[in-house]
């Protein structure tokens, strides 16, 4: 069965290696954007998270949240990551050069959230049309109106 | 003597017989063979995940049968498990052993669909391919019994299943369960040992498991390369820990492997099904919900394993009784991140082959 | 019962031949038609549907139906094509069928001109269909169309050399080029006395006329619909008789060169050649039913790799038992052929079976 990560013991770990930043809670650990790459890539070469689950994005009034889901398919380990990062200019480092997985979903977010993956190989709109404006999946996305009402 | 040459660009779909939907890819090619690919998302995208904040929680159930409309009851499962989470809903035992059978009749389905579609890609003029939709017309009417319909069944609810199975339906599937070895071996001794089969799909898409790793692929994908990974067992969901079955795996990680998995897969989810209707306790199959259901303030993250690969779904609640955020872990959308690497420097007709392989559906690719 | 008809029947020269040519057509248009209709029951039947069973008893009419409705579509030329050659091109991929039809005795006389050189007439005008084939590819001005007229130009080139030297065993063992000859010498039909032959020639045979699993040029799956893509209308109907007449000359020259063509007891000549050629057909049949498609550099090794070498060999045994033994006895030269050419068989099927499992690995 899986199991999930001690997030405390891990904190602990990521902050001897990369300072401040790294708050811990019971189901997640929060990850400051700018720590994004180098956290990322200590967790996959050393605690061995080599499946890249999944990423995505929750829009709040004050924030974007990027939850993302690592996997260690040999130790059948799992952790679950947070970076927050702020509505004006959303920017993290992208992870497609360390997990593939990572770029079609990272596209995704992009497309639909207007969050920017720095680094990533292809970052484009993937669901919807180049010129498309406005993020859809925001809450404050109005899309134009189609049709006949009023 | 060298001639000039120079590459040139095929669009392979929208609309095309082998993309399985409105796939498009953009391939670069120097005669036959591939020298590069771009994947054309989108031409299938409905805007799913923002329709699910408008809708409420009940309402959105119809709306996630429509990710992948081939396993409709597979796509219910990990949305309904986590608003059972979320909410604090008991299941049923019994709920939980019909959610089992269903998903596995859908599974065999789903992998009927996937290994006959592959064998058109291959050119056997539909011959494979309505074999297997003779047998999965025989699962659509199981579905039918039970829920009514053919194809979206909207078969899950908050706290169980929609409705209990009718008398006929215990019967009607042991004769299912009867039969369908000897339909599956009818399909090996067809197409198994089949030397064109063999020489079209050994060695081809080959994709070793670092790299199936690497790239986030799930199911059949994953598993065709040799990763012995499978929620089932792994991360045992509802009450598949109560089940015995066998995770097929494949050695090469080819076209070949992936189709023998399926193949595989199939037998094992009967073996499932067996036990699952030996086991299934008397009791209700719904327990009362209500019906303008408020869950607790929170998120929550369920997968399962649909046939594609893993379905997840996460959903944000902010205690309204609509969803915050719905994103579903769509498989067939991960699964293509690895198409391009396998793609380049194969041949054309390979590439059909490669793309058939993976087995996507467009509802789920795009949503 | 004598069924022949004698040569200078009935009457002059030149009103036998035109009698002759309107058979000749009506035979092969009337052949395409069952062929169609047989195609589309046949293959039901193997899939486990229905098929056609609406327009007419058994569905026979649908053919027609189907005539009536793609005659009264739009006539689309794409801008951008080549407008002489799309339109020549179904013309000269259909006409050579026809022309090969001329040399192939349907019964004893009934036959258009006996060319004493009839099997270097055959080689020579079938391939010009696939010229045909290939202008209809590049002419449409569509990618698809393109890399299915590549195809066609590959296949046609590496799967004629294994055709001509299967029949040259036959010129051999014979002593003549003339189909009516070939067709006399055949008391004993040839599939008994050459079955490497027979094997080698079917196979080319079926990658000649693009049949399973040589369907690359057509290649439903992969190129939509290859060469044809772009046609419509009556053109398309054209490209479309020129597949089926294909089929009916592909099952006719199997039956004349290794079927004993007209021969057999009791019923007209005619008659066993049409069941002969509907046999045939039938097993075409059976093949598209059940095969994948080869890849076209898989398609290729197996004509170079594998027909070839067979059929050198095949031409070896027959010179070697036409100069040797020339009288050697039918029981032991039949089962002698037999055992060799199924022993060569596996051992080749085997050496190839190794070839691909090197080449993919």
Known sequence: MTTTIDYKDLAVRLQEQFGEGFTASTDCLEVPPNLVAKAAEYIKNMLDFNYFDMVTAADYPDRFELIYRLQSLSHNVLATFKVICSRENPSVPSLANLWLGASLQEREIYDLFGIEFSGHPNLKRIVLWDDFEGYPLRKDFKGKVYGTAN | MALPTEPFILNIGPLHPSTHGVFRMRVTLDGEIIQDVEPVFGYLHRGLEKLCEKYTYKQNIPLTDRLDYVSAINNNWPYVMAVEQLGGIVVPQRAEYLRVIMGELQRIASHLLAVGSLMNDMGIFYTAFMYMFREREKIIDLLEMVSGQRLLYNYMRFGGVSMDIPTEFLPALARFLKVMPGFLDEYDSMLTGNEILLSRTKGIGVMSSEMAINASASGPMLRGSGVKWDLRKDAAYSVYDKFEFDIPIGQNGDCYDRYRVRMEEMRQSLRIIHQAVEQMPAGKEKLPVPLRLRPAKGEVYTQIEAPRGTLGCYLVSDGTEKPYRCHFRAPALINLTVLRNLLIGQKLADAIIIFGSIDISMGEVDR | ?361
């Open chain 3, 1 to 361: 019962m004598d069924w022949s008809i004698s040569p200078d029947w009935p009457g002059n020269f030149w009103l036998r031949l035109i009698i002759i040519a309107v058979i000749l057509i009506a035979f092969v248009m009337s052949s395409v038609i069952m062929f169609i209709w047989m195609e589309r029951r046949v293959i039901a039947r193997i899939q486990s549907r229905l098929g056609p069973n609406r327009a007419g008893p058994f569905g026979l009419l649908q053919a027609f139906a189907d005539t009536i409705k793609i005659l009264t579509k739009e006539d689309i030329v794409p801008t951008l094509a080549d407008k002489v050659l799309f339109w020549a091109a179904p013309a000269i991929a259909f006409v050579p069928t026809l022309m090969i039809m001329a040399v192939i005795p349907l019964m004893n006389g009934l036959q258009l001109a006996d060319l004493n050189v009839g099997v270097l007439y055959i080689a020579a005008i079938s391939a010009v269909s696939a010229i045909g084939i290939f202008l209809s590819g590049i002419a449409g001005n569509n990618k698809y169309s393109l890399v299915g007229a590549i195809r066609e130009i590959a296949q046609l080139i590496s799967f004629e050399i294994p055709m001509v030297l299967a029949l040259a065993g036959l010129v051999i063992a014979c002593g003549s080029m003339s189909l009516s000859k070939i067709v006399e010498a055949q008391s004993i039909p040839f599939i008994l006395l050459q079955p490497l032959g027979f094997v080698i020639f079917m196979v080319a045979i079926l990658a000649e006329i693009n049949r399973t699993p040589f369907d690359l040029v057509e290649a439903d799956s992969e190129l939509t619909c290859g060469f044809n893509t772009e046609y419509s209308g009556m053109k398309f109907a054209l490209l479309y008789l020129t597949e089926y007449s294909e089929a009916v000359v592909g099952s006719a020259l199997i039956t004349a060169f290794f079927l004993g063509a007209w021969r057999g007891p009791i019923l007209p000549g005619i008659l066993w050649f049409t069941i002969k050629m509907f046999a045939v057909f039938m097993f075409i049949l059976w093949l598209r039913g059940t095969l994948p498609r080869l890849r076209i550099d898989q398609s290729m090794r197996l004509a170079w790799k594998g027909l070839l070498p067979l059929s050198m060999f095949n031409l070896f045994i027959v010179s070697l038992q036409t100069v040797f033994f020339p009288d050697l006895a039918l029981w032991i030269s039949i089962p002698a052929y037999i055992i060799i050419s199924v022993i060569i068989i596996i051992l080749w099927a085997m050496f190839m079976r190794k070839e691909r499992q090197s080449s993919n690995a």
